[in-house]
């Protein structure tokens, strides 16, 4: 099996190394293709402004100067064109990538390039507990559950043009509970929080960070699984298309 690997934490990242010890255990054909910088919050962002440079730092392990949608595209169409990866792994992100904030991840935005490409794709990432914690985040979790979690994946039937987004608790691995199958869950918003400072020069310039998650408790979602002490294993899907509207519109056409 060949396994293509990438992240947006960077090619640099701890996750990424964590990420190459489990895909190891199913394959030794392994490419990894990875953002030279972080991307973090970049989402599904495509370069098209300014070229992308394509760096060689080893066998088989490539960083591109651009997002982590950039990064499969000059896998698959470039590196790969000629043996396409049999499975894409995206991670593992350093931090949670549950509910709505799935649109913002650059993680899970890889995943679905490669869903796009028609490759099997999945996305992991690790929670933390504590805010800020950069790069002593442990990924005990990940590291210990990651085989349990893909080989089930991995021997399933999977559709066309869908994903899998995978997030281990913040908990040693030992006090992990268990894998739940959950739906995504949502966020009860307000949770910007911008931070306005002054530069040595007196000009303002502004941070962006996040408040606590607020939530809606009352379904069980990977916001609730994760919280539980569980691993949640949540199926998406590239078609936005809200069916239930698509009546009510047409008769506004009427």
Known sequence: MRILLTNDDG????GLKVLEQIARR?????WVVAPAEEQSGTGHSLTLSRPIRLRKLGERRF????????????????LMKEL????????VNRGANLADDITYSGTVSAAMEGALAGVRSIALSQVYAREGMGDTVPFDAATAWGERVLEP????PSEPRTL???????????????????????????RARIDQRTDPRGYDYFWFGLRPMVHTPAHATDIEAVADGYISVTPLQLDLTHRPSLAALEQVYR
């Open 84 to 91: 396409k990866p049999d499975l894409v792994l995206s991670g």
């Open 11 to 14: 090619i640099n990242a701890a």
């Open 26 to 30: 199913f394959s030794d054909d392994i």
């Open 153 to 156: 994946l991995l021997a399933a």
């Open 164 to 190: 899998i987004n995978v997030n281990f608790p913040a908990l040693p691995a030992d006090r992990v509970k268990g894998i739940r199958v959950v739906s995504q869950g949502f966020h009860d918003y307000g």
């Open 63 to 78: 960083c591109v100067t651009g997002t982590p949608t950039d990064s499969v595209m000059m896998a698959v169409g470039h």
